[in-house]
């Protein structure tokens, strides 16, 4: 059974910091590309950003230089590193997963909240 599992939201000050955790389950995490995703409400899910399997890592102009992606492949584990948070930063974050190998191969974890708040 495929899992991905989050980890890590919860309530920081503005120009705090957090770090969300995603441990997957049931996938061959070294060929997937994995991805964090975040939905403010009322507004669509956006991408934040992604790392594909050899390291390769894209941004949301939002969060560039802000955020940080990386994964552990011993750990099965992708991670949000979340520095300099601002309240638009608001959002149930979403851990995606999607194999390179086959494109209907896709997972959502269960999302985690980040609320950041004085």
């Known amino acids: 059974q495929v899992q991905l599992v989050e980890s890590g939201g919860g309530l920081a000050q503005p120009g705090g910091s957090l770090r969300l955790s995603c441990t997957t389950y049931?996938?061959?995490?070294?060929?997937?590309?994995m991805s964090w995703y975040r939905q403010a409400p009322g507004k669509q899910r956006e991408l934040v950003a992604f790392?594909?399997?050899?390291?390769?890592?894209s941004y949301d102009i939002a969060v560039k230089g802000r955020f940080t992606i990386s994964r552990a492949h011993a750990q099965n584990t992708a991670y949000l590193q979340m520095n300099d948070l601002k309240p638009e930063d608001t959002a149930v974050y979403y851990c995606?997963?999607?194999?390179?190998?086959?494109?209907?191969?896709?997972?959502w974890g269960q999302g985690t909240q980040v609320t950041v708040s004085s």
């Open positions: 790392v594909n399997p050899g390291g390769g890592t």
């Open positions: 049931g996938i061959i995490f070294s060929i997937n590309v």
């Open positions: 995606h997963a999607r194999s390179v190998r086959n494109v209907d191969e896709i997972y």
